[in-house]
Nanobody, 123 residues
Framework: QVQLVESGGALAQAGDSLRLSCAAS????????MGWFRQAPGKAREFVAA????????YYADSVKGRFTISRDNAKNTVYLQMNSLKPEDTAVYYC????????????????WGQGTQVTVSL
């Protein structure tokens, strides 16, 4: 089992920056890919970004490319999501998730999930 705890969600204004963190515990040696997803009210959970175990490979949704940066610190078993130039459409609950093999975009491919952290962006 892997436990994930997200933090850093907040109320922000358009153009602001936020940094989300996700700390993993438990059987962290099984973790390969770490990803961020988000879910807005009434919408399906969508892929935001993912990073390989080494950090050398990253993928982003087109909607956040150039604004968000995913990174990880394996010594701390933590993944980060730096969010710049926030827009109201970024408002959602943000979840981190892990899987024990390579990168994937489909949330169904991820095994462990955190409880989520709320990001709200106003004009």
């Amino acid at each position: 089992q892997v436990q994930l705890v997200e933090s850093g969600g907040a109320l922000a204004q358009a153009g602001d920056s936020l940094r989300l963190s996700c700390a993993a515990s438990g059987r962290t040696f099984t973790i390969n890919t770490m990803g961020w997803f988000r879910q807005a009210p009434g919408k399906a959970r969508e892929f935001v970004a993912a990073i390989s175990w080494s950090g050398s490979s990253t993928y982003y949704a087109d909607s956040v490319k150039g604004r968000f940066t995913i990174s990880r610190d394996n010594a701390k078993n933590t993944v980060y999501l730096q969010m710049n130039s926030l827009k109201p459409e970024d408002t959602a609950v943000y979840y981190c998730a892990t899987r024990n093999v390579g990168l994937a975009f489909d949330p169904r491919a991820y095994v462990y999930w955190g409880q989520g952290t709320q990001v709200t962006v106003s004009l």
